[in-house]
């Protein structure tokens, strides 16, 4: 089994539709990341949480929100999804110590029409 | 907006040749990392620089620090096909901020 799992791979919604991306993780790390990736614009950053009670906006925050039910457990949802959230979603885990770097899931293809 | 800019965006090069990628940053950082992409797929931890090193070896990955000029170089030496995907340097800065990444440079390398 993967590390970081990522579910579902790919997903096609409709606008104005909620959605929800969800990711878990065996690596026992507390830390945990939602990332966006679009074509020339690298990763950027959605939100985080450094353990359970902890969640922090990232760069790009707006139109989505998150829920750590777990250690091991950080779901992506988008409100009322539109079009310009078209996307590849990353989920990532790391240490709090940093060492070893983050592991990232194999990502969710997002597509609004 | 990002912290590390990597530079050049693409690099095209043939099988055996050096292959640098460098990386600039904006703020102070614990340490700087370095992620490879192949296509669509998730990424993965390369190498990891702290803020007090200068230089760090992984087989044929070779990383530069400078925090002088807040840039970072990845070398990979003798390069091979297999390596063609695109690379991302990320920053973590002190403890409570969260890992940022460049833009990333797509890296081809022909045999």
């Known amino acids: 089994d993967a590390d970081v799992t990522q579910t579902p791979r790919n997903r096609i919604t409709k606008t104005g539709k909620r959605i929800m991306l969800e990711c878990s993780q065996t690596k026992g790390h507390d830390r945990m990341y939602w990332y966006r990736q679009d074509p020339g614009l690298g990763l950027r950053l959605i939100y985080y949480?450094?353990?359970?009670?902890?969640?922090n906006k990232g760069e790009i925050s707006d139109g989505y929100s998150v829920s750590r039910q777990a250690q091991a457990k950080f779901s992506l949802s988008l409100e009322s999804a539109i079009p310009n959230q078209t996307a590849l979603y990353f989920c990532?885990?790391?240490?709090?110590?940093?060492?070893?770097?983050?592991?990232f899931g194999q990502g969710t293809r997002l597509t609004v029409v | 907006s990002q912290q590390g800019e990597e530079d050049p965006q693409a690099l095209s090069i043939q099988e055996g040749e050096n292959a640098t990628m460098n990386c600039s940053y904006k703020t102070s950082i614990n340490n700087l990392q370095w992620y490879r992409q192949n296509s669509g797929r998730g990424l993965v931890h390369l190498i990891l620089i702290r803020s007090n090193e200068r230089e760090k070896h992984s087989g044929r990955l070779r990383v530069t620090l400078d925090t002088s000029k807040k840039s970072s170089s990845l070398l990979i030496t003798a390069s091979r096909a297999a390596d063609t995907a695109s690379y991302f340097c990320?920053?973590?800065?002190?403890?409570?901020?969260?890992?940022?990444f460049g833009k990333g440079t797509t890296l081809s390398v022909s045999s």
């Open positions: 949480s450094f353990d359970v009670k902890d969640i």
């Open positions: 990320a920053t973590a800065g002190q403890a409570g901020t969260a890992l940022i």
């Open positions: 990532a885990t790391s240490e709090v110590s940093g060492r070893g770097g983050a592991f």
